[in-house]
């Protein structure tokens, strides 16, 4: 008995979520409509309720308004023994 090498059924499939991903994208693509169209009309609907016009807030929010912790830069300050006797007068 081997251990090492290819096995027969191992590895990912070549049907399934793949080629049912493809077909999705190809229909959306003929409808000329994105995710974000889609959440934004159903936000935009006054006829939903609230609670469908929120998760739909919610889901479109990344798309529309990035973190705070992805935009913030950390920057480095170097402070000298000058500056830290200068500091410690006040």
């Keep these: 008995m081997s251990h ?49 016009r929120m998760e739909a807030a919610k889901a479109a929010a990344p798309y529309v308004h990035a973190r705070l912790a992805h935009i913030e ?3 480095e300050a170097r402070v000298t023994a000058f500056d830290r006797m200068l500091l410690a007068r006040r």
């Design 4 to 52: 090492s090498g290819r096995r027969a059924g191992s590895g990912r499939k070549r049907t399934g979520a793949n080629k049912l991903d493809t077909i999705a994208r190809k229909a959306a693509m003929e409808i000329c409509i994105t995710p974000l169209e889609f959440m934004l009309a159903i936000l935009r609907n006054e006829a939903n309720s609230d609670a469908v």
């Design 73 to 75: 830069t950390k920057a």
